[in-house]
């Protein structure tokens, strides 16, 4: 079963800190993962998109690696703001018949406090 | 990028009605939308995939006589909440899918059942 697994599962960090977030997943073989940046009330926002090939991925403060080995993604916010409060996701797309399906993670939420 | 909108954001109504939600793609025609339902503090989950033209595939557990789904045009799929109870509250978030595969989020709408 294709699974997407988060950590940590909340996080509370000082303003103009740095934090990662990762990702495991079991989807294989897949078309490409993202991660999503959902403020509470609002629809996800892609920050990142990487397929396999790829090792990182830059978005701003935003970067995202990739270790297709070790099946495992993180997400580094650098000099974190208050608006970077939000639940992080990380979805995978399976490749071939099952693209269209979506494999979520279940969220990194992310306070960033004064 | 791909936009994608939702109406309404908020909707609010009493228990036994009937609410329609809108999901448009607004720069790219879409073959096929999703539709997504979203609880506090755990992630999306798919509830069908919307074929224009077509008819709605559910997954496992959604009836499809509760949430009616129409794609009547490329741009354009709504999903009906018939016969709505409380227990229908919830957050819904569509998804289109655009030419080269990828899905892209509407902001979501916010429904409460009285």
């Known amino acids: 079963k294709n699974q997407v697994e988060q950590s940590p599962q909340s996080l509370i960090i000082l303003e103009g800190k740095n934090c990662t977030l990762q990702?495991?997943?079991?989807?294989?073989?897949?078309?490409?993962l993202r991660w999503y940046k959902q403020d509470t009330g609002r629809g996800p926002v892609s920050l990142t998109i990487m397929t396999f090939s790829e090792n990182t991925k830059s978005n701003g403060r935003y970067t995202a690696t990739l270790d297709a080995d070790t099946k495992q993604s993180s997400l580094h916010i650098t000099a974190s703001q208050l608006s970077d409060s939000a639940s992080y996701i990380c979805v995978v797309r399976p490749l071939g018949g099952g693209g269209n399906k979506l494999t979520f993670g279940t969220g990194t939420q992310l306070k960033v406090e004064l | 990028g791909a936009v994608v909108s939702q109406h309404p954001s908020r909707v609010i109504c009493k228990s036994g009605t009937s609410v329609k939600i809108e999901c448009r793609s607004l720069?790219?025609?879409?073959?096929?939308m999703f539709w997504y339902r979203q609880f506090p503090k755990q992630s999306l989950m798919l509830m069908a995939t919307s074929n224009e033209g077509s008819k709605a595939t559910y997954e496992q557990g959604v009836e499809k006589d509760k949430f009616l789904i129409n794609h009547a045009s490329l741009t354009l799929s709504t999903l009906t909440v018939t016969s709505a109870h409380p227990e229908d509250s919830s957050f819904y978030i569509c998804?289109?899918?655009?030419?080269?595969?990828?899905?892209?989020f509407g902001p979501g709408t916010r429904l409460t059942v009285l």
């Open positions: 720069d790219f025609q879409a073959t096929t």
């Open positions: 998804s289109a899918r655009d030419p080269r595969g990828e899905q892209f």
């Open positions: 990702c495991n997943y079991t989807v294989s073989p897949f078309s490409n």
